[in-house]
């Protein structure tokens, strides 16, 4: 079995440990470097993993690195890892949202195989979404044994073109957080109206549920699921047309292109470091 270390124990290493023990994987072929003892602590009564201070430790056996520390921090772990990257020369996958290939090979080592990809977390119950890319070096066999790794933790989907992951980042990595949103949103509403609380947090999570399990499971369009929701001169139809006339499409829209053109800014910022 392939051995994996994780570098950060925050809360995306946590959703793909806990989807990948989920698939069988066996907790001694995984490890992970996190600095805070606290974390450390329950990454190892939560999984049984062997849990790291320091990064050097925890990739000395690894045979695919995954780098699942925030973007700002990734400049700093390569001094721990350079050496032993280029001894070991093992796969190195990037989770960090903006960071582009091209950075991660300056930091460590331009020859290394690099994935990078954008899961969400909702990889920690086997339902994540995984966008990703490889740099020229990545073999077919490493490519599919990214794609293995990420499988674990829901669907994947290749990225042809590097300059998309940001887009996919606006999508699906920070989606979820839309949903959530819109979720709480729909609570208040209720709230507002009278729902006790806790009914408007059960009926709007299962509606959310429910709604991306036909989309999911049944594959069909989502405009047609959403006409076959929509009684003419109902109730749906109200709501439908607020939603327009306030802009739905648009505000969406603006936030998906806001997200994007954060990932850009993250790694414009990285080329700025001395
Ligand atoms: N959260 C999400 O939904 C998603 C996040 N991502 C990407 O995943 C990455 C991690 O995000 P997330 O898990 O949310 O962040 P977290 O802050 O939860 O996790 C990062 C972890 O890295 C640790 N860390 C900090 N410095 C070092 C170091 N020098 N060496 C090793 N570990 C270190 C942090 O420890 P400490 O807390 O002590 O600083 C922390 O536990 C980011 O790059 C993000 O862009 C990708 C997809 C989705
Ligand atoms: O908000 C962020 O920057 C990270 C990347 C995608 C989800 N969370």
Redesign the pocket.
């Known amino acids: 079995m392939t051995r994996l270390a994780f ?8 959703s793909l440990i806990g989807g990948l023990l989920k698939t069988g994987v066996a907790p001694a072929t995984l490890s992970v ?4 003892a606290e ?1 450390r602590q329950s990454l190892g009564r939560d999984f049984g993993i062997a849990c790291y201070a320091e ?1 050097r430790l925890a990739v000395a056996e690894a045979e695919v690195i995954l780098l ?4 700002q ?1 990734m400049p ?2 390569h001094a ?1 890892l350079r050496d032993i990257l280029q001894r070991n020369r093992p796969l190195l996958i990037s ?5 582009r290939l091209d950075q991660l090979e300056r930091w460590f080592g331009t020859t290394l195989p690099i994935v990078r990809c ?4 909702p990889a920690l119950i086997g339902a994540g979404a995984t966008g990703l890319c490889a740099n020229s070096r990545v073999s077919p066999a490493q490519k599919a044994q990214a794609q293995h790794i990420l499988d674990a933790a829901g669907i994947t989907r290749w990225i042809d073109d590097e300059a998309l992951m940001d887009t996919v ?1 606006a999508l699906s ?2 989606g ?1 957080a839309y949903f959530f949103a819109l979720v709480e949103a729909l609570e208040a509403a209720a709230v507002a109206q009278g729902l006790p609380r806790g009914t408007a947090r059960a009926l709007a999570a299962q509606t959310c549920l429910g709604a991306g399990r036909m989309l999911v499971d049944g594959g069909e369009d989502p405009a047609v699921l959403r006409q076959r929701v929509t009684s003419p001169h109902g109730t749906t139809q109200a709501a439908l047309e607020s939603f327009s006339a306030d802009g739905l499409p648009h505000i969406v829209a603006r936030a998906v292109a806001a997200a994007t053109r954060r990932g850009a800014e993250l790694a414009a910022e990285l080329d700025r470091l001395p």
Request: proline content about 11%; cysteine-free.
């Open positions: 570098i950060g124990g925050g809360n995306m290493a946590r470097a996190e600095p805070l974390a990064n699942a520390v925030k973007p921090v700093a772990i721990d989770i960090a949202a903006g960071v954008m899961p969400n977390t980042t990595g920070s979820p």
